[in-house]
Nanobody
């Protein structure tokens, strides 16, 4: 079955870095666009970054441009989110997402907390 499993979240000080990972299985990973979303308490889920199936095209929310980088390794069925210069407002649950056969699929999420 389709699975997306995130990891790499944690507590980090402002200005620090984290690298999130998402392990995908149960579908042909290399033909699908992958996305990272986040949701902070009391706020709507927000699209953070998108990467095309072969990684040639990426897009970012304005709030993370220049600080976050999305990447993928199709040989390993992995997608990553490198987060630098983290700010307290980046605190949220981060989710990996893929519309597999037009069916939305979400991981369980990984918590990122930016605090001193």
């Amino acid at each position: 079955q389709v699975q997306l499993v995130e990891s790499g979240g944690g507590l980090v000080q402002p200005g620090g870095s984290l690298r999130l990972s998402c392990a995908a299985s149960g579908f042909t990973f290399s033909i699908y666009t992958m996305k990272w979303y986040r949701q902070a308490p009391g706020k709507e889920r927000e699209l953070v970054a998108t990467i095309s199936n072969l990684g040639h095209s990426t897009n970012y929310a304005d709030s993370v441009k220049g600080r976050f980088t999305i990447s993928r390794d199709n040989a390993k069925n992995m997608v990553y989110l490198q987060m630098n210069s983290l700010k307290p407002e980046d605190t949220a649950m981060y989710y990996c997402y893929c519309a597999v056969g037009f069916t939305p699929r979400w991981g369980q999420g990984t918590q990122v907390t930016v605090s001193s």
